[in-house]
T-cell receptor, first 114, second 113 residues
Framework: DVKVTQSSRYLVKRTGEKVFLECVQDMDHENMFWYRQDPGLGLRLIYFSYDVKMKEKGDIPEGYSVSREKKERFSLILESASTNQTSMYLC?????????????FGDGTRLSIL | DQQVKQNSPSLSVQEGRISILNCDYT??????FLWYKKYPAEGPTFLISISSIKDKNEDGRFTVFLNKSAKHLSLHIVPSQPGDSAVYFCAASARTGANNLFFGTGTRLTVIP
């Protein structure tokens, strides 16, 4: 079974803080993704990475950056947190680039920015 | 603008009956579709997928139907079980930008025992 672990289930931070969300996978998957889930909007892709040190923007990258220094770890960074970044954040992995391979999700981090 | 739409936020079905969850899309470049199931406090889990070269894919109690001309797909669960109660997300991707999955807003299915 694929295990995708997000370091925090709940996180509360203040406006202007730099926030790090961590995701670790144990299956040596090439691809890793960060989504946010908001009511009425479904899941939206923020960034993804297809290899170590490689990254590409998704649909809503503004206000976020990512880091992938090791294959198993993909970090999402909120450079200066704002209240509109309060959301559920989901990390996912996929073994290869083929679309017939499904993404495997972590359990999510519910982030509140006060 | 939402390219994948699930117009029913919720659905209730009696145990043993058929559940039909619907999904519409607007982008004609989408050619691969997936359904995910999400329980509370857990991440989505993959359920079933279909390529646009097919119009039906079946896996046990779950069948996905694709109508390309109508840009519509549906997930049928037969028979429905209480353990199927969850939020179901439809997702789509295009050949270009294959890493980008576009998700619908989800339908909450409740199966009543």
């Amino acid at each position: 079974d694929v295990k995708v672990t997000q370091s925090s289930r709940y996180l509360v931070k203040r406006t202007g803080e730099k926030v790090f969300l961590e995701c670790v996978q144990d299956m040596d998957h090439e691809n890793m993704f960060w989504y946010r889930q908001d009511p009425g909007l479904g899941l939206r892709l923020i960034y993804f990475s297809y290899d170590v040190k490689m990254k590409e923007k998704g649909d809503i990258p503004e206000g976020y950056s990512v880091s992938r220094e090791k294959k198993e770890r993909f970090s999402l960074i909120l450079e200066s947190a704002s209240t509109n970044q309060t959301s559920m954040y989901l990390c996912a992995t996929r073994e290869g680039r083929g679309r017939n391979q499904p993404q495997h999700f972590g359990d999510g981090t519910r982030l509140s920015i006060l | 603008d939402q390219q994948v739409k699930q117009n029913s936020p919720s659905l209730s079905v009696q145990e043993g009956r058929i559940s039909i969850l619907n999904c519409d899309y607007t982008n004609s470049m989408f050619d691969y579709f997936l359904w995910y199931k999400k329980y509370p406090a857990e991440g989505p889990t993959f359920l079933i997928s279909i390529s646009s070269i097919k119009d039906k894919n079946e896996d046990g109690r779950f069948t996905v139907f694709l109508n390309k001309s109508a840009k519509h797909l549906s997930l049928h669960i037969v028979p429905s079980q209480p353990g199927d109660s969850a939020v179901y997300f439809c997702a789509a991707s295009a050949r270009t930008g294959a890493n980008n999955l576009f998700f619908g807003t989800g339908t909450r299915l409740t199966v009543i025992p």
